[in-house]
């Protein structure tokens, strides 16, 4: 596609569900990252893919959250037994290549945890 | 980690105003980049620019790398440039920080 595309682009669940929130990256963009805004806050890193390999997970706010990215491409952000404090907006971007180049970010998938 | 400190936190302006905002870091990068988030949310590339100056339209950037800081311009603003304005920055890690932005109202 021309743009970086997020699923679902909102998403209310039950404190204690599991949700999977979707990126897909700008065709031939190897590196691909995660992010989390909160309300009225800038945005906190959580994790990048160069390729299908994510080399610092460091970001990542617990053990709850878990990303993957397949076949260079399209990647999944799974955050189990949700929390209240996951509500956020969660942001995708990627780029040609890591730590360089533009990044071109997704429209976010607004999460609200119940 | 890299810290990234933006100034000023809040401004407002009148329509046709000219304003700077300011991005200082403190280590090397090898990345930085200018965002517009719009009221809607989207955040929009304005520059790329780990050095050197770039214009687009009404929009500038300088950045001058070895003294950690890093300039936006916008001249002539409008009312549609309101919006909160990021400067995120990634050094040899990888890892992207974002300063906490500077919030723009652009007043008719």
């Known amino acids: 596609g021309a743009g970086v595309s997020q699923s679902p682009s909102n998403k209310v669940t039950e404190k204690g569900k599991d949700v999977e929130l979707r990126c897909d990256p700008i065709s031939g963009h190897t590196a691909l990252y995660w992010y989390r805004q909160s309300l009225g806050q800038g945005l906190e890193f959580l994790i990048y893919f160069q390729g299908n390999s994510a080399p610092d997970k460091s970001g990542l706010p617990s053990d709850r959250f878990s990303a993957e990215r397949t076949g260079g491409s399209v990647s999944t952000l799974t955050i189990q037994r949700t929390q209240q404090e996951d509500s956020a907006v969660y942001l995708c971007a990627s780029s040609l290549d890591w730590g360089a180049g533009t990044q071109y970010f997704g429209p976010g998938t607004r999460l609200l945890v119940l | 980690g890299i810290q990234v400190e933006q100034s000023p936190p809040d401004l407002i302006l009148q329509e046709g105003a000219n304003s700077t905002l300011r991005c200082n870091f403190s280590d090397s990068v090898n990345n930085l980049q200018w965002f517009h988030q719009n009221p809607w949310g989207q955040l929009i590339n304005l520059f790329y620019?780990?050095?050197g100056t770039k214009q687009n339209g009404r929009l500038s950037a300088t950045t001058v790398a070895t003294e950690r800081y890093s300039l936006l311009y916008i001249s002539s603003s409008q009312t549609t440039d309101s919006g909160v304005y990021f400067c995120a920055v990634s050094g040899n890690a990888g890892k992207s920080t974002f300063g906490d932005g500077t919030t723009l109202t652009v007043k008719p």
């Open positions: 620019i780990p050095s």
